[in-house]
């Protein structure tokens, strides 16, 4: 596990880019005596073990993609590419998932229904992620899947316990665009403009009120502008002032009324003002909904594989997302976090310097084979 995650850290690749990564897994899987199937202008990989068993099928997922940040690790093995880095241990959900179908592979006889494992491209685009084109090919059938199980690395969790949780565990995530469009000039003349920077200033604060007045505050939702963009000149008004942002959220009818209810203030607060504005509202991943009846079973396996005190409930949602949400919508099953702090040391995902503990690799590899082997118990 070890070689595979460094040789897969080391050649680090963004979403839909992941053709080298591909062709490790598929040597990997090869080199395991697995058969993998590989498609077409798709960089997922597939393979299944003990098609014969009548017992439910279990399938696995990994996820592929690197992010677009320089590694500053310093780690042996770090990332060859600037600007690209598994900074959200994807290389160690790969290298897991691998040690699993290793251990499951030597076991094949044992084993009382087929496993499926996925290993899915495209988990970071956040729009077109590879979950939905990977259930559109068949990811969830031949053989027909029943349950799905997936893991993430986590900060926040000490190294080694596992964190898990019951129905909502991660909250859905849409991306916004708003374009103001004002009429620009001397920013000394400000009365013969139409100044779009005050605009957004006020679409930005005034979005907040969709929060705090016009959502239950029982009900979580996150609107957060992530990016300003407008002017080239201190005393130059722009004609146009660009916002881009998400908006997280729980529940589905929230979700859609969130929607609605920020395209109807943006345009009112611009045309107070003598401005128009334009909005595109991005669907992202849907809520991940973890099954609570498979979550039980995997935890009773875990809490026998690992103890007690390895397993941990989560406060959950997080306003994190994924697109396992996807399969979860389609199949019952459940999605773990991993702990991989240190002692007195939170870990950042997403960072240049993440460097999860190797030790990492056996735990998440154990996991998946205590799951596979609770739920096929049943
Ligand atoms: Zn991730
Ligand atoms: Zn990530």
Redesign the pocket.
């Known amino acids: 596990m070890r070689a595979w995650r460094a040789a897969i850290h080391q050649e680090p690749e963004l979403s839909n880019e992941e053709v080298r990564t591909r062709a490790k897994i598929v040597d990997a899987l090869t080199g395991l005596g697995l058969r993998p199937t590989t498609y077409p202008g798709f960089n997922g990989v597939s393979a299944a073990l003990a098609l014969d068993r009548s017992g439910p099928t279990v399938a696995l997922r990994a996820d592929l993609d690197a992010?677009p940040v320089t590694e500053e690790t310093g780690l042996p093995f770090a990332s060859r590419f600037p600007g690209r880095m598994h900074a959200?241990g994807h290389d160690v959900h790969m290298a897991a998932l691998l040690g699993a179908a290793a251990v499951l592979k030597r076991n094949e006889s044992r084993l009382r229904g087929p496993v499926k494992l996925l290993f899915q491209p495209a988990e970071?685009d956040g729009i077109d992620g590879g979950a939905a084109p990977f259930i559109a090919r068949g990811a969830l059938e031949r053989p027909h899947v029943d349950f799905v199980v997936g893991q993430h690395l986590a900060g926040g969790i000490p190294l080694g316990v596992v964190g898990w949780a019951k129905g909502p565990m991660m909250g859905a995530a849409d991306h916004f665009i708003i374009r103001v469009r004002g009429r620009g000039g001397h920013a000394g003349y400000p009365h013969r403009t139409v100044d779009a920077v005050v605009v957004a200033a006020e679409v930005i604060t005034g979005l907040q009120a969709l929060v705090s007045r016009l959502t239950d505050p029982t009900d979580p939702v996150v609107i957060s502008v992530g990016m300003v963009h407008g002017g080239t000149r201190h005393n130059v008004l722009p004609d146009t002032v660009d916002l881009e942002g998400t908006v997280r959220t729980v529940r589905p009818a929230t979700r859609a009324t969130t929607e609605k209810a920020l395209r109807r203030r943006v345009r009112h607060i611009a045309a107070s003002l003598g401005a128009r504005a334009t909005v595109k509202f991005l669907r992202g991943y849907p809520v991940l909904v973890n099954d609570p009846t498979a979550t039980d079973i995997v935890v009773r396996a875990l809490t026998e594989e690992l103890g007690g005190d390895r397993m941990v409930e989560l406060e959950a949602p997080v306003m994190g997302a994924e697109d396992f949400s996807l399969y979860l919508e389609k199949r019952p099953g459940t999605f773990l976090f991993l702990g991989v702090d240190p002692p007195g040391h939170t870990s950042s995902?997403?960072s240049a310097r993440f460097a999860p503990d190797e030790s990492a690799l056996v735990h998440g590899a154990a996991v998946l084979c205590a799951a596979v082997e609770g739920l096929q118990r049943g």
């Open positions: 992010l959200c970071e995902l997403h």
